[in-house]
Structures are given as structure tokens and as C-alpha cells.
């Protein structure tokens, strides 16, 4: 009796998901349709403008107060953005576009007020539209978006920022978002965004040095890591940071990763230093440091990394091991280590002798 119980249930419940999907098809197919309609309905209208007001650097205000008003319902905002990736001519769209930028200004105060699902998607709209619709105001508008309480909302401000290209605005928002309780973004997430930045990143990088002491040790470190994706003007910021012991580690393992990616003569002594430190609180340090000195030459590099091998911290021995690896070092070399005694270091140089070995079957086979 309890089987058939069972099994009746889980024929109802497979019925039932039958039912929603059938529901959510029609549901989302009716929806395409209304989609189509409202942008059908708006391609006319902004079509005559394209043919004629455009040309003329002229849209008619009539048309741009019906714009103001269709386009303050998303339904009519995500309809025109069919439109424009369906539809329109790119140049048309930004000639247009360019001359409705007042009315996205007043769009942007109007969704600013809306639930955050809105006022995300008018950030992404805006993203998608740069460099057509900026303005200083429609800038100012968007660090405002940084206090709102939607995660999804700020992502989609901070990014129709970064493709305004505006370094000051960027740095306002990020400062913004640092002195609103609960509005943090995650590093990588922060990082990411900036990438996007089309403005010139050195300027922007500009601004958050210049700015760098009011943000908090969370968020310096993913503008020092973003500063290390961008550029390699930046050493000597960088070795001031390295070498200061009174700064926060995780600042200096982002000046120590900077300069694995950028080798400098002068940060050489600094890395050997942390290199041969093999104090197991101080493993990070070492680690890092390891796996910089990939890019450095010299027998004294190639020497600390061998004693870093001899590390009690698997993270030290692989790092070292990898960056013994990328020096090129002979096999003859490297068999003078997994001749020791140290069964870990052996291991661990085994492991990535055999990943060269795949690499270069790889390679001989492809």
C-alpha cells in the first residue's frame, strides 16, 4: 500500500511539472509576442524620426515627450532595445539617440525611484548605449544608483559608468558604495567591472590612486589587482607597498603578484628575501614570492627556489616547483633535487616533470 501511495505521488508530481511547462511555454511564447508588438508599435514612430527629424539634428519635442512617457514602462523600455538590436541602423541610432539624451535624463531620475529590477535594466540599457547618451548629468544620476539596496542594481550602475568612461564618476560611485552599510560589491566582481572601463585606464588608475586611503583594505586590494591587469607604470607605488610592513598583507601580496607579472630589478631582493623565509607563519609570503621569481634570472633566484622546495607548506613546494619549471632548467638540474632527501620535494618536482612531458607530447602530437 505504501509503494502505490508513493508511486501515485510521483505520478502527480511528474503531471504536474508536465502542466507548468507546458504553461511557461505559452506563457513565454505570448510574452515574445506582446514583446514584438509594443517594439512593432515604437519602430514606426521612432522610424519617422529616423527619416526625417534626425537628418535634420532635430527630434521633434512632441515625439520626445510620447518617448518619455512609453519608455517609463519597462515592458516599452525593453521593447525599444528590441528594436535598436533588431532593427535599427547603428549610426541612425546614435545621431537619435544623441538628441533624446535629455529624455534619459528625466528616464533616469523616474526609474531611480522603481524597484530594483527597473532601475537595473535602465543601467543595463544605458551600458548597452554609452556613448550616445552620456552626460554629466545622466552620470551624476548613475553614482546615485549606488545606494540602492539591489546587489544586481549597483553591478549594472558601476558598469554603465565604466562604459561612460568617466574616471571621476567611477571613483565617485566606488566611494559612494563604500560609506553605504550593506552596498559592497565582492572584489572579483569590482575588478571585473573596471576592466570594462572605455575610458583611458590610466587616468582612471589616476583617480583611484588618488583616492586609494579612503577605501577600505577589501576593496584597495582589488583596485591593486586591477591596476596589475591594466599597467606596468606602477612599480615604485608597488615596491612601497611591498616593503612596508605596517600595511595590511594582503596589500603586499597584491604589490609581491605585481611584480611577478611585471619583473623589476629593484624588487628582486625583496622577493628573494621572502622567498627563503620558510617560517611557516609566514608561508603566504613565501608562496607568492615563489611563484613571482618565475620571471627573474640568476643563479641566487634559481638557488632560493630550490630551498623553498624543502618547505614543510605544499602551497611553498608547488609554487617553487613551477617557477623551477618556467626557469627551463635541464632535466639534469632538476634530478639534482629529486636525488635528495626530502620525499615531498621530490614529488612535487615529479609532478611537474610529468606535466612537461604532457605538455610536450601535447604539443609534438597537435
Not at 539617440?97 to 543601467?123: D, K, N, P
Not at 548629468?137 to 562604459?163: N, Q, T
Not at 566611494?175 to 587616468?203: S, T, Y
Not at 598583507?249 to 628573494?272: Q, S
Request: glycine fraction near 4%; aromatic fraction near 12%.
Amino acid at each position: 500500500m505504501g509503494s502505490e501511495i508513493f508511486l501515485y505521488g510521483y505520478g502527480i508530481v511528474c503531471i504536474s511539472m508536465l502542466i507548468y511547462n507546458i504553461l511557461y511555454n505559452f506563457y513565454s511564447r505570448s510574452s515574445n509576442q506582446r514583446l514584438e508588438k509594443h517594439a512593432e508599435k515604437l519602430s514606426k514612430r521612432v522610424q519617422v524620426q529616423l527619416q526625417n527629424g534626425v537628418r535634420e539634428g532635430v527630434v521633434a519635442l512632441s515625439h520626445q515627450r510620447y518617448m518619455r512617457r512609453k519608455l517609463s514602462k519597462i515592458t516599452q523600455l525593453l521593447a525599444f532595445e528590441h528594436f535598436l538590436e533588431e532593427e535599427a541602423d547603428p549610426e541612425e541610432t546614435r545621431v537619435y539617440l544623441q538628441e533624446m539624451r535629455g529624455v534619459f535624463q528625466q528616464l533616469a531620475e523616474i526609474y531611480r525611484r522603481r524597484e530594483s529590477t527597473q532601475a537595473a535594466y535602465f543601467c543595463y540599457f544605458l551600458s548597452h548605449h554609452a556613448k550616445a547618451l552620456e552626460t554629466k548629468e545622466l552620470r551624476e544620476k548613475m553614482v546615485s544608483y549606488m545606494e540602492k539596496d539591489s546587489l544586481y542594481c549597483r553591478v549594472h550602475a558601476l558598469k554603465a559608468l565604466c562604459a561612460f568612461g568617466d574616471p571621476e564618476s567611477v571613483v565617485d560611485a566606488l566611494l559612494l558604495m563604500e560609506r553605504k552599510q550593506g552596498a559592497e560589491l565582492h572584489e572579483k566582481v569590482i575588478v571585473e567591472i573596471l576592466l570594462i572601463f572605455q575610458g583611458e585606464a590610466d587616468l582612471l588608475i589616476k583617480w583611484l590612486w588618488k583616492d586609494m586611503k579612503h577605501f577600505s583594505v577589501r576593496v584597495q586590494r582589488a583596485l591593486l589587482d586591477y591596476i596589475r591587469f591594466q599597467s606596468g607604470k606602477y612599480g615604485d607605488e608597488m615596491l612601497a607597498i611591498m616593503e612596508n610592513e605596517a600595511l595590511d598583507k594582503e596589500l603586499r601580496f597584491a604589490a609581491i603578484r605585481y611584480f611577478g607579472k611585471y619583473p623589476d630589478p629593484r624588487a628582486k631582493d625583496t622577493l628573494l628575501s621572502f622567498t627563503r623565509d620558510l617560517d611557516s607563519l609566514k608561508w603566504e609570503f613565501t608562496a607568492i614570492s615563489a611563484s613571482s621569481l618565475a620571471r627573474y634570472e640568476g643563479a641566487d633566484v634559481v638557488e632560493a627556489l630550490i630551498a623553498a622546495m624543502y618547505s614543510m607548506n605544499w602551497y611553498v613546494r608547488y609554487n617553487a616547483a613551477a617557477s623551477l619549471e618556467a626557469h627551463g632548467l635541464s632535466y639534469g638540474q632538476l634530478l639534482e633535487v629529486l636525488q635528495g632527501d626530502d620525499r615531498y620535494a621530490r614529488d612535487m618536482l615529479a609532478y611537474q616533470l610529468e606535466v612537461r612531458k604532457m605538455m610536450q607530447e601535447r604539443r609534438s602530437s597537435g
